[in-house]
């Protein structure tokens, strides 16, 4: 029907809206480039934790380093990133830092997943639309506007891309400690940051979007297109810039509150996937 309407008012499709063949698998697999990528690297072959965070900011893994609580994963075959561990309570995370764009991210769950990784955190910044949200503050992101390309890739067409139903209907259950400010809500996501127009602005608000961001969308869409686990918190730190003093973090440039969210996050998250036979048991540190 959209094609149609298009055809009757002559506007063109973007060459992104053509020649996808969603039901079709991809000649290029991420296996294969691991595979070329130890080789070449020198890496052997071992396992990624069940968990890893996506940091696209690098606050958390900044604050990580600096209290020496980090080691480098030695069995991550990726040209363009490390990944590092850490412990977390009584689980075994991974994290890879400054992972920013929904496609370097949708890259990196790619190779994460086909590495042997059950679960991706993403936690990141973001910019508040919605005026009586405070910051800083957490949103659980429910769909995210696709206003982006790499969705594109993998989901045929439409406003929005949600967060698979059976993870949202657990983290219902969630308590989070009130000082974090989580709420469950929508994003717009964009890959233009610098085009963020006043209309554009007018726009999200109607539609009752929260916060504006750049990876949800693309991280929702690979999962649902892959049937993988993905959630994704926006961390809205400020308002684009248009007053003073803005992005604003708190302690440690926030990393604090997103471990303890992580943490709680983890919890949550490891009774899910070990009732659904994902998990086998937790990995010694």
Same mark, same amino acid.
């Given at each position: 029907?959209?094609?149609?309407?298009? $055809?009757?008012?002559?506007?063109? #499709?973007?060459?992104?809206?053509?020649?996808?063949?969603?039901?079709?698998?991809?000649?290029?697999?991420?296996?294969?480039?691991? +595979?070329?990528? +130890?080789?070449?690297?020198?890496?052997? &072959?071992?396992?990624?934790?069940?968990?890893?965070?996506?940091?696209?900011?690098?606050?958390?893994?900044?604050?990580?380093?600096?209290?020496?609580?980090?080691?480098? #994963?030695?069995?991550?075959?990726?040209?363009?990133?490390?990944?590092?561990?850490?412990?977390?309570?009584?689980?075994?995370?991974?994290?890879?830092? $400054? =992972?920013?764009?929904?496609?370097?991210?949708?890259?990196?769950?790619?190779?994460?997943?086909? @590495?042997?990784?059950?679960?991706?955190? #993403?936690?990141?910044?973001?910019?508040?639309?919605?005026? #009586?949200?405070?910051?800083?503050?957490?949103?659980?992101?429910? %769909?995210?506007?696709?206003?982006?390309?790499?969705? !594109?890739?993998?989901?045929?067409?439409?406003?929005?891309?949600?967060?698979?139903?059976?993870?949202?209907?657990? &983290?219902?259950?969630?308590?989070?400690?009130?000082?974090?400010?989580? %709420?469950?809500? @929508?994003?717009?996501?964009?890959?233009?940051?610098? $085009? *963020?127009?006043?209309?554009?602005?007018?726009?999200?608000?109607?539609?009752?979007? !929260?916060?504006?961001?750049?990876?949800?969308?693309?991280?929702?869409?690979?999962? *649902? =297109?892959?049937?993988?686990?993905?959630?994704?918190?926006?961390?809205?730190?400020?308002?684009?810039?248009?007053?003073?003093?803005?992005?604003?973090?708190?302690? @440690?440039?926030? =990393?604090?509150?997103?471990? *303890?969210?992580?943490? /709680?996050?983890?919890?949550? !998250?490891?009774? &899910? !996937?070990?009732?659904?036979?994902?998990?086998?048991?937790? /990995?010694?540190?």
């Amino acid at each position: 029907m959209r094609q149609l309407i298009n $055809r009757v008012l002559g506007v063109k #499709n973007a060459p992104i809206l053509k020649a996808k063949y969603y039901k079709q698998r991809s000649v290029f697999k991420p296996k294969n480039l691991l +595979r070329e990528a +130890r080789r070449q690297l020198g890496v052997a &072959f071992g396992s990624v934790p069940d968990f890893v965070v996506l940091d696209p900011d690098g606050d958390i893994l900044d604050h990580l380093a600096k209290t020496g609580e980090v080691t480098l #994963n030695p069995y991550w075959a990726c040209y363009h990133t490390k990944l590092y561990e850490f412990k977390l309570g009584r689980s075994k995370l991974g994290i890879i830092g $400054r =992972a920013v764009g929904g496609s370097f991210a949708v890259l990196l769950a790619e190779q994460l997943f086909a @590495s042997g990784c059950k679960f991706i955190i #993403n936690i990141t910044s973001a910019g508040k639309i919605e005026d #009586n949200l405070k910051t800083p503050s957490y949103i659980l992101v429910n %769909k995210a506007l696709r206003d982006e390309g790499t969705s !594109l890739h993998y989901l045929p067409p439409a406003d929005f891309v949600s967060i698979r139903p059976e993870l949202l209907s657990v &983290f219902s259950l969630a308590s989070w400690r009130k000082e974090l400010r989580v %709420k469950v809500g @929508s994003v717009w996501t964009t890959d233009a940051p610098y $085009r *963020e127009t006043a209309g554009a602005i007018e726009s999200a608000k109607r539609r009752g979007l !929260l916060a504006v961001e750049m990876e949800t969308a693309s991280l929702y869409a690979f999962a *649902e =297109a892959t049937s993988n686990f993905v959630i994704s918190f926006a961390f809205v730190t400020n308002e684009m810039a248009q007053k003073g003093e803005d992005f604003e973090k708190g302690d @440690s440039g926030g =990393a604090i509150d997103a471990l *303890e969210l992580i943490e /709680e996050t983890v919890g949550v !998250l490891n009774d &899910f !996937l070990l009732s659904r036979g994902r998990l086998k048991s937790q /990995e010694a540190f």
